[in-house]
């Protein structure tokens, strides 16, 4: 249920459309905080792109 929850909550919150090509910035900023508390690696939000799969990553490189 707390799936399902999630899913309404960001409907209504307006993540109901296509992503920014590099990913949600509040997105990036979590995975800035994981790398940074778990393998004390910085980085900042330019040098992080969330997408889809390694292809998709691929073709917006490309």
């Known amino acids: 249920d707390f799936v399902k929850d999630a899913a309404i909550d960001a409907?209504?919150?307006g993540y109901n459309s296509y992503t920014p090509v590099d990913g949600y910035a509040d997105l990036k900023d979590a995975v800035?905080?994981?790398f940074k508390r778990d393998n004390n690696l910085t980085y900042t939000p330019s040098q992080i792109v969330v997408s889809t799969?390694?292809?998709q990553a691929l073709f917006?490189?490309?």
């Open 53 to 55: 799969g390694a292809k």
């Open 60 to 62: 917006n490189v490309a």
């Open 32 to 34: 800035i905080t994981k």
């Open 11 to 13: 409907i209504n919150e």
